[in-house]
């Protein structure tokens, strides 16, 4: 099997784990959360518009699980280690897992892109197929 081929397989795999764990999603934008609804992305989605104590102290309410998913960028770095650290102190799981796949997976650095390079990964996918 090809190397493009297998990531395909990697991704479909990966969006569909996030869809069944059930978890929310944290973003740091609408413009993300948009473009993750986009790619039908069904879980609760949370912009992290406040400060983490905060809003990770409202998601302890009602999920065992958060998928962080900030940018790649120098801020987005120190915000995704921040929501972490105030969900561990409310007891709830923090999964930086899916952020690294999508990197890996897509080449995404802002996830408010991530629709556009689902997009382009499968045009180059079906390219390899027909070429």
């Known amino acids: 099997m090809r190397r493009l081929q297998r990531k395909q397989k990697f991704l479909k795999r990966t969006l569909r784990e996030l869809g069944e764990s059930g978890a929310v999603i944290l973003v740091e934008g609408k413009r993300d959360r948009e473009a993750l609804e986009r790619i039908g992305v069904k879980n609760r989605i949370f912009l992290i518009n406040m400060s983490p104590d905060r809003l990770c102290e409202r998601i302890s309410r009602t999920a065992g699980e ?3 998913l900030t940018d790649f960028d120098a801020a987005g770095e120190r915000l995704c280690k921040r929501v972490e650290e105030a969900l ?7 999964n930086t897992e899916m952020r690294r796949k999508f990197r890996y997976l897509l080449g995404v650095y802002n996830f408010e892109e991530i629709d556009r390079k689902l997009e382009e990964f499968e ?8 070429g």
Do not use: C, F, M
Request: hydrophobic share 40%; glycine share 6%; proline share 6%.
């Open 88 to 94: 561990r102190s409310y007891s709830v799981l923090p």
């Open 66 to 68: 958060a998928v962080i």
């Open 123 to 130: 045009k180059k996918v079906e390219g390899d197929l027909n």
